[in-house]
């Protein structure tokens, strides 16, 4: 059975975690992604914390190919690569492509179908085109941090990577959308997607709230003001042992059944939302009384049964052994020779008429001599003649 891209070459120049994360999402749905990396060390992320860890969870379903783009042998093989290539993607620093002869305007010139993607912390205009920027600049410039943390709190950068792999996830649906459209035009363009706009996107129920009430505040877990709308904690008390509970006003019903005091359904300090809010403390102590008694997967489940949304927070060792996600193959034990076994997260887009087969990240340059006499007609020869030249 053909993957749902299969037919799709991608060129993949990317490092660190934006770009790999966009084109292994790619690669998944079965395009050939060809990881494009420096003969010297590669992808900054495989030496991160003296540890390949970071780099491996991004860039598995890819084949590796060394070029030195700094040689002329390594420019004219980049060049008949992207003439035979429908995407190439580049997250390197404002301008650096062009400076190599390698940007938009020579590599159309190229291939015309081709489908440049960029992706910059701040795209390629506007006025902080020219600066670089990494996760916690976007979150910063995007508006994430003001509305993230607690109300005395400093504004807080929130771990996951919106920045990064969402602007990863942005960019997918960018290439896609261009890929598309090519069938009707048979011509390529230039996208790009800037990190500051992927967060932006993500955060514009917070733009909804400046327009009605003027710059939101911080509120910690709080979930506007719907009660019980937050954590709360649950034995035995450890530093994770918290709930999230989220229960829409028509679930109160239910809320007091399962915490077994149904007189609070009629109470006139919680009856209705409203005053569910006005007297929150109150209400909130009755329910973490009742959490704290119980493990928060028992609380999970006890609201879940009764239709209240309520998740367990969960540290990372049970996400990684959670059942529910190993059922649908989100946690997955990939070998990865140099290393051995690690797990990573699988592939979340579903497809009936295409699984996905999580394939094990490249060793730096395994695929340099089959790829370059697959695609370039480049014998064994002239194999060495390259390396003794430092192009690959």
């Not at 650096?96 to 960029?118: C, F, H, M, Q």
């Not at 295409?354 to 007609?377: D, F, K, N, Q, Y």
Request: aromatic share 6%.
């Amino acid at each position: 059975m053909d993957k749902a891209l299969a037919g799709l070459r991608v060129i993949d120049m990317t490092h660190n975690q934006a770009g790999p994360a966009c084109a292994q999402m790619l690669g998944f749905l079965g395009a050939d992604v060809i990881k494009l990396e420096e003969p010297k060390g590669g992808d900054v992320a495989r030496a991160q914390n003296n540890d390949e860890l970071f780099f491996l969870v991004f860039n598995a379903n890819k084949r590796s190919l060394t070029l030195n783009l700094k040689t002329d042998e390594g420019k004219a093989l980049f060049r008949r690569l992207i003439a035979q290539s429908d995407v190439l993607i580049e997250n390197f620093g404002p301008g650096a492509l062009d400076r190599l002869g390698l940007g938009w305007s020579e590599l159309e010139k190229v291939n015309p179908r081709l489908i440049y993607a960029t992706i910059k912390g701040f795209g390629t205009y506007g006025p902080y085109a020219h600066f670089k920027s990494f996760e916690p600049i976007a979150q910063a410039m995007g508006g994430a941090m003001c509305v993230t943390g607690f109300e005395d709190s400093p504004p807080t950068y929130n771990w996951p990577a919106i920045g990064d792999s969402g602007t990863g996830m942005h960019m997918a649906i960018a290439i896609l959308a261009a890929v598309n459209q090519r069938h009707t035009t048979g011509k390529g363009q230039h996208v790009e997607v800037a990190m500051q706009d992927a967060v932006l996107n993500l955060i514009r129920i917070s733009l909804r709230e400046h327009q009605r009430n003027g710059v939101p505040t911080r509120t910690g877990n709080q979930l506007g003001q719907t009660v019980p709308g937050t954590t709360y904690r649950c034995a035995p008390g450890g530093p994770n042992d918290y709930v999230y509970i989220f229960a829409q006003p028509q679930m109160w019903s239910a809320v007091c059944k399962v915490l077994g005091r149904p007189e609070l359904e009629t109470n006139p300090l919680f009856k209705s939302n409203d005053d569910r809010w006005r007297n929150r403390a109150a209400l909130e102590a009755i329910i973490t009384e009742w959490t704290m008694q119980r493990p928060k997967h028992e609380v999970m489940r006890l609201m879940g049964d009764a239709g209240v949304p309520c998740g367990a927070c969960q540290d990372t060792g049970e996400v990684m052994t959670d059942p529910h996600l190993r059922a649908r193959e989100m946690i997955v034990e990939v070998d990865y020779p140099p290393r051995g076994t690690f797990m990573t997260v699988g592939c979340p887009l579903k497809l009936s008429a295409s699984p996905v087969e999580i394939e094990r990240p490249p060793m730096l340059g395994e695929h340099t001599g089959a790829l370059l006499a697959e695609l370039c007609g480049v014998t064994p020869d002239e194999l060495t003649t390259l390396k003794a030249k430092g192009a690959i």
